[in-house]
């Protein structure tokens, strides 16, 4: 008997269900009775507690108020303070979106104003911070999830049933595989195939863009084959680790990719960029924007700790790697405790201005991957300490001789830290000239802006508490024109920050 029935044996019958549906691991249970919507809470705990899988309580559809109706209720009861850029339906799941810049707000004191919209209108609301930098690209990234939300439930639903209700070994018997499809003694490509007598998982999906011969995985490798692949996961957004995963889609893969949500929006913003800067190297494009999108669609986000199951027999928890924003190591549990992998991708084990150190302890790990770019043992570098005086040295100097200072930074993470260190300089006032923001910096530091709880503790409680925001300091100005960048290079002393390309381009 399947988990759903076994569920539904324990449910009061007067709760009227009308429908189930997995969400992934995930199962939700649909009500037409309100009162046990509005009050059903304590049944619905124990049924957590028996079953050990995250249940979901929404009502039906025809409870629900008009989704019109419902948008002037949230805005007339969240106060504007809180300054909602969006309010998103979800109708086929039962599920509102509201996107504010200041979430706490909108979800008022001991989630006040979500308990109101939840009784009066019956939806199902939800808060997520929008960045407070502006960026375009990025909300689009953000709202595909949303185009369609029939096909979202229909691809949510048919994993769970493949988690819950379909096995294809036919024997007991329990073993492991890992295949390393690239990034076995190179740096670029990772991608590995796990497999099991019941599942296969892709874990990475990356590109050496330091190589035209050896870019791309091994994906002809035998014992690869796209329709029998469960899943995707992505350790973090760097492309040697996911920039090959559009390709998955063009090849017809239809199935989940789990990442957490910073991943989901940096690694789609690098691979439209990866496909501009195919396109001004005079390359043909590996993949399209729609590749891209249809990637998005398919992701599933999980939170640092959050554990979920992925197919019968393999279960994840992501853990934070310390790296980039969002950057995680992947523990999987394989079995009933039959064997344990952390697969790390790149981690760092110290904390940075922008992150906290990579998490360290783990419940079981029998076999353990690890990075090893820098593991030699002469690979000894600088402390960062001694790195960020020497880089506010260089820049003091420089624009005392009324000089412009130019940083290349890699878009992703060592921009973002640079900017802290910059930060602190301007309001330490010892640097008083203006630094330009340039290239995808910009909108990959609005990602950085919208996913606070990622960031360390430090960064957090300026966000939070201090209103002493880094990435909202006025010193800051984004360039986003060919007339803009010649009017700062003509223009006097200033600190600029742009991606190599950018730079030379």
């Known amino acids: 008997m399947s988990v759903l029935k076994e569920i539904l044996k324990k449910v009061p019958q007067d709760a009227m269900i009308s429908n189930t549906n997995y969400e992934g691991a995930n199962i ?42 419902v948008e002037k209720f949230i805005r007339k009861t969240i106060p504007k303070e809180a300054e909602i850029t969006q309010v998103l339906f979800e109708s086929a799941r039962g599920i509102v979106t509201i996107e504010a810049k200041k979430p706490g707000l909108a979800i008022g004191k001991d989630g006040e104003n979500l308990k109101e919209i939840k009784d009066k209108t019956l939806w199902t609301p939800i808060v997520r911070r929008e960045s407070v930098i502006p960026s375009k690209i990025t909300t689009n ?44 003694r190179q740096v670029g490509r990772s991608c590995l195939l796990l497999q099991t007598p019941e599942s296969k998982v892709l874990i990475d999906c990356g590109i050496n863009v330091a190589s035209d011969k050896h870019a791309f995985p091994y994906l002809n490798a035998p014992e690869f084959h796209i329709n029998d692949l469960d899943a995707v996961i992505i350790s973090h957004a760097h492309l040697d680790h996911s920039g090959f995963l559009p390709y998955l889609f063009k090849m017809g893969y ?30 043909d494009a590996i993949y399209s924007s729609s590749d891209i999108k ?40 394989l079995g009933e405790g039959w064997h344990n992998i952390l697969y790390t991708g790149d981690y760092k084990v110290k904390k940075t201005q922008l992150l906290n150190p990579a998490h360290a302890k783990f419940p079981r790990v029998e076999t353990f991957i690890t990075e090893a770019t820098y593991g030699l043992t002469e690979d000894i570098l600088p402390s960062r300490e001694k790195c960020e005086k ?13 000089g412009k200072v130019l940083i290349p930074v890699l878009g992703v993470g060592r921009a973002q830290e640079v ?20 290239g995808m910096v910009w909108d990959v530091t609005a990602i950085h802006n919208a996913y606070p709880k990622f960031l360390n503790s430090d960064v957090r409680e300026k966000i939070f508490y201090e209103d002493k925001d880094p990435f909202l300091s006025k010193v800051f100005k984004q360039v986003g024109s060919g007339k803009e960048r ?20």
């Open 294 to 333: 249809e990637s998005i669609k398919n992701t599933i986000t999980l939170d640092y700790g959050e554990v979920t199951d992925i197919t019968p027999d393999v279960r994840i928890t992501l853990y934070n790697a310390g790296h980039i924003l969002g950057s995680t190591m992947v523990h999987l549990h």
């Open 141 to 184: 990234i953000r709202n595909v999830l949303y185009s369609d939300s029939e096909a979202r439930r229909k691809f949510l639903d048919k994993i769970g049933k493949r988690i819950y209700e379909t096995k294809r070994s036919t024997t007991d018997e329990m073993w492991a595989r890992m295949s390393f499809l690239g990034g076995a």
């Open 486 to 505: 010649a009017e700062v290079i003509s223009g006097g002393p200033c600190v600029i920050l742009a991606t190599s390309g950018m730079l030379t381009g």
């Open 254 to 283: 239809k199935g989940p990719v789990y990442c957490t949500e910073p991943t989901r929006d940096v690694m789609a913003l690098l691979a439209l960029d990866y496909i501009q800067v195919s396109r001004g190297q005079s390359k």
């Open 390 to 402: 020497e880089v506010a040295d260089i820049v003091k100097k420089t624009l005392n001789k009324k």
């Open 419 to 438: 900017m802290v260190i910059l930060e602190k300089l301007f309001r330490e006032e010892k640097i008083k000239v203006p630094i330009y923001v340039d």
């Open 28 to 69: 939700v249970l649909y009500t037409k009775n309100k009162t046990f919507f509005l009050h059903g809470g304590d049944i619905i705990r124990k049924l957590v507690d028996e079953f050990k899988k995250r249940i979901d309580l929404r009502a039906d559809s025809s409870l629900r108020k008009d989704s019109e109706e």
